[in-house]
Structures are given as C-alpha cells and as structure tokens.
C-alpha cells in the first residue's frame, strides 16, 4: 500500500553540536514524516518549485518537464518505493500518447529528481508502507522551512 505525501519543507541534517551538514526535503506521508538527504543543488531546484518562482534560466527538472511534454508525454505519478540499506529508491510512472495509443513507461529516478519534477507538474507522489515503516519518524520529529 502507498501513502500519498505532501512536502513539508526543506531542512539541514545537524549533529548533537548543533554544526549542520546536508540538506534534507521532508515529505509527510501517512501520519508520519521521512527526511530524503538531497543535494545542495537539488535542494535549490526544489526550493523554486515549492516557491512557485522560475530560475532565471531553466534547470534540469524544467528542461526535463519541458521536452517529456513536447515529446508527447506526461507524468502521471512519482514513487518513493523503496530503500536499499540507507538509500531511498524512487520511480517516476509517465505515460506517452503516439498514433492515437496510449503507452505506460516506469522511469527508475533518485528520489529528489523525481520530487523535483513531481512539483513542477503537481502529480501524486506516493511513499509506499514499507519504506514509512522503517524511515518514517513522528511529524514533530523535524524542523522545516
């Protein structure tokens, strides 16, 4: 079973001295909360997505949405369905219309790439059971922007 997830904000992981470290996009999802550990980069390109402020010249995630669109496709959902050892798994479910048919495609993604773009064309993004059972935390557990 999936949970669909909401992204609360974006943080930065500290130690116990309080020094920070990485970024972190925090989703919520299924009455719980699970921090995925981005990039300072993929941090920024989230950050103007859930602003609703365009870069001024496109990012990769834009670009990305842009020509999927223009090819014929759209993105019908993204996945955070799995994790292997401390690192989360993610697809991005899209479909493509050519000749009057209609064709399903799975796009294997990190998870931030796939949030990234989830943003920008506002689908579903789906955090499955098993992955909120061993990273989930409660809500309060973290502090976001």
């Known amino acids: 079973m999936a949970h669909e997830a909401t992204v609360s904000g974006l943080g930065v992981s500290a130690d116990d001295e309080g020094d920070e470290r990485a970024p972190a996009v925090v989703l919520r999802a299924g009455g719980q909360a699970l921090a995925i550990f981005v990039s300072t980069d993929q941090a920024k390109s989230i950050s103007h997505a859930l602003d609703g402020r365009p870069f001024e010249r496109p990012l990769t995630h834009d670009l990305f949405v842009e020509m999927l669109t223009e090819f014929g496709g759209a993105i019908d959902r993204v996945r955070i ?7 989360f ?3 991005v479910d899209a479909e493509r219309y050519a000749g009057g048919e209609r064709r399903e495609l799975t796009f294997d993604a990190r998870p931030s790439d796939a949030i990234a773009v989830a943003l920008r064309v506002e689908c579903p993004i789906l955090v499955g059971e098993a992955v909120l059972d061993e990273a989930g ?8 922007r």
């Not at 369905?81 to 690192?87: A, E, I, M, P, V």
């Not at 935390?137 to 502090?143: L, Q």
């Open 89 to 91: 798994l993610a697809k």
């Open 81 to 87: 369905d799995d994790l292997s050892g401390r690192t």
């Open 137 to 144: 935390r409660p809500p309060d557990a973290f502090e976001v």
